[in-house]
């Protein structure tokens, strides 16, 4: 399941550098991002809105800017390609206490549409935006 | 036969009104001939959500639609003084904006509609200030909504407001609508002036004064609807539901497969949800 989760990201990684809007939004955003998932540890480190490397943890050594941390049935629900409600959206963890958003929510904010489209590229392709 | 322009049926015009001592040019949408109904926009965005209901000839054959763009908002100016000044909306000035319109438009017993914040207000006026109205359809509406986000995101000198308040309320928009109009609903917070989204969200999130009055409404002559979108993650399903709850013969109605926005969002789906509202309304 990690090492699925890890290919799972990289594989979207690669769609992001597909898609040039992304590129553009995200052009202002070099963050390591955490994700957690059932206790495991991803981090995901971008630089100019690409996803440069993905590595798995455990790690206290790895500094990352904010973590989003729930559980794998709920990123499966995120991942339909028509998201039950609560689970459309990644603020949707939080707001039904499946998870939690950590760290400097402010710069998640500030890259929010950048952000959540590249969590959406974990749906089947023509449900992605 | 000479040919004719191929406009929508809607047109806008301008009417100037006074809100507690202050001028506001207002900017107005109208379509339709019969029974009036005054629709008001959510917070950060303006009359434009309105389109669709207002664009529908079946529709307009009987109702009247009149949409206005809130002051600050849309093609309404903000008052003289805007520049020094930190707009945060109260439920008082909302309140008596929505009176002074239909004073100035010389409405004769319009249903109100409006969503979110402007479902918030008819109950307000539902509760307090029912005369002029025949009745109220109150669209994400709940008696109190405290923030679950920081309203200071959205005015900040280093970032946005707009950008950032329209990948918020994105999460509160259900992903089975159009693509389209998914996107021409963030538009629309995307186009806000600086500050104004979150000076509603002041408003929305903070005004607690309806909490443990609702009881008071009187539905027996001017009926309460109250609709929600079972995407709606500002104002849940729960939350319209323990507001239809607290007052004595308002009614309910959950759409499936849609969310905060939901005239704008995804008119389809919207549509009959709107068509029984209004019969509600006798």
């Known amino acids: ?129 | 036969m000479s040919a004719q322009p191929a406009y929508e049926p809607i047109i806008g015009r301008y009417v100037t009104i006074e809100v507690q001592g202050r001028s506001y040019r207002v900017f107005v949408e109208e379509a339709g001939q019969g029974q009036p109904v005054i629709c008001f926009h959510t917070a950060g965005a303006d009359s434009r959500q309105w389109r669709h209901i207002m664009n529908d000839a079946e529709l307009t054959a009987n109702y009247r639609f009149i949409a206005p763009d809130m002051p600050w908002h849309g093609k309404s100016l903000p008052p003289e003084g805007f520049e020094e000044e930190e707009y945060l909306l109260t439920t008082e000035v909302y309140v008596e904006t929505v009176l002074k319109l239909v004073e100035a438009l010389a409405l004769e017993n319009p249903i109100y509609a409006g969503c979110s914040m402007g479902g918030r207000i008819a109950l307000q006026l539902a509760l307090n200030n029912p005369e002029p109205f025949k009745g109220f359809i109150a669209i994400e509406a709940s008696d109190f909504q405290p923030a679950w986000y920081d309203i200071d995101w959205f005015h900040r000198p280093d970032a946005h407001g707009g950008e950032m308040g329209a990948a918020l309320v994105s999460a509160n928009i259900a992903p089975q609508g159009p693509k389209a109009e998914r996107w021409n609903t963030q538009w629309m917070f995307m186009q806000s002036g600086p500050g104004v989204f979150r000076g509603d969200l002041n408003f929305y999130t903070k005004d607690d004064s309806l909490v443990g009055k609702l009881g008071g409404i009187d539905t027996s002559e001017k009926p309460v609807h109250i609709m929600v979108g079972t995407y709606d993650m500002t104002c849940t399903p729960e939350d319209a539901k323990r507001t239809a709850d607290q007052i004595p013969g308002a009614t309910l109605a959950v759409m499936e497969g849609i969310g905060h926005f939901p005239m704008s969002e995804n008119p389809a789906t919207f549509r009959p949800h709107f068509v029984e509202a209004l019969a509600k309304m006798g």
Do not use: C
């Open chain 1, 1 to 129: 399941m990690t090492h699925d989760l890890r290919v799972r990201f990289e594989d979207m990684g690669r769609k992001l550098a597909e898609k040039p809007h992304l590129k553009r939004l995200g052009a202002l955003f070099s963050e390591t991002v955490l994700i957690e998932i059932d206790g495991n540890e991803y981090y995901l480190a971008f630089h100019r809105g690409d996803l440069e490397r993905v590595t798995e943890g455990p790690s206290r050594q790895t500094p990352w800017r904010f973590a989003i941390r729930t559980d794998a049935e709920a990123l499966d629900k995120f991942w339909q390609p028509i998201p039950e409600p609560s689970f459309h959206d990644i603020f949707g963890f939080v707001k039904t206490g499946r998870g939690r958003i950590e760290g400097d929510i402010l710069v998640l904010v500030k890259n929010l549409r950048f952000f959540k489209e590249f969590m959406a590229l974990g749906r089947p392709e023509e449900a992605a935006a």
